[in-house]
């Protein structure tokens, strides 16, 4: 999607290592989003930032962490990966300054699958 | 928690018929309830979207109406074709955040 890349597009790892996702938008958005998609259960939120350095969790973050030292990257770390942790990952972006912008771009998506 | 709850799961409609999606809140903070598309292998991607201070909203084939006293809403999809066959999303929420529904997969027939 334009303004907004996810790299890996898919990723396999082993149980126990860390894996990191990575969110680079062009759009100078301040807020983005990590959500995981998975069957039956729609699109969860993980965590999610409101700027530089400001983040805070979501409804499924445990196992996950985030950084965001620049405006157009976001970093999703798998601490520890396990097998429950496979999934496409989602990075989304908004800039949500109007009601009328308060709707997510959202990224490709990253496959990870834990083995 | 604050949840989305979207029916059905999964709709097969013949070309040209209406499918309906209907997704139900609960948090009366919520001032945006959009609705995303998702076709396989690709991210989801904003279809249309509503304020609570109207009851309906239609952008091409595409209507939104809104009940703000039940708090639900619905996606009316008129003359469907076998091009809309995708998952759609429902979500509500405010400024800060969005929650999604379960996600609708339909099919359309040719």
């Known amino acids: 999607d334009a303004g907004i890349t996810q790299s890996p597009r898919h990723k396999v790892t082993e149980t126990g290592t860390p894996v990191t996702l990575r969110c680079h938008q062009t759009e100078n958005h301040r807020y983005m989003y990590w959500y995981r998609q998975d069957p039956g259960h729609g699109l969860r939120l993980i965590h999610y930032?409101?700027?530089?350095?400001?983040?805070d969790k979501g409804e499924v973050s445990d196992g996950y962490s985030v950084s965001r030292s620049k405006t157009e990257d976001f970093l999703l770390t798998l601490e520890s990966a396990t097998s429950s942790q496979t999934s496409v990952y989602f990075c989304?972006?908004?800039?949500?300054?109007?009601?009328?912008?308060?709707?997510?771009?959202f990224g490709s998506g990253t496959r990870l699958t834990v083995v | 928690q604050q949840q989305v709850k979207q029916s059905p799961q999964s709709l097969i409609v013949q070309k040209g018929g209406i499918p309906i999606i209907n997704c139900a809140y609960e948090?009366?903070?919520?001032?945006?309830f959009p609705w995303y598309q998702q076709f396989p292998g690709k991210g989801p991607a904003l279809l249309i979207a509503i304020r609570p201070d109207v009851s309906e909203k239609k952008e091409g084939r595409f209507t939104i109406s809104f009940n703000k006293s039940a708090k639900q809403f619905s996606l009316h999809i008129m003359d469907s074709q076998p091009g809309d066959s995708a998952t759609y999303f429902c979500a509500a929420g405010s400024a800060r955040q969005l929650t999604f529904g379960s996600g609708t997969q339909l099919t359309v027939l040719p």
């Open positions: 930032s409101y700027g530089v350095k400001d983040t």
């Open positions: 948090n009366t903070a919520f001032d945006y």
């Open positions: 989304a972006i908004s800039d949500r300054t109007q009601p009328a912008n308060y709707g997510y771009t």
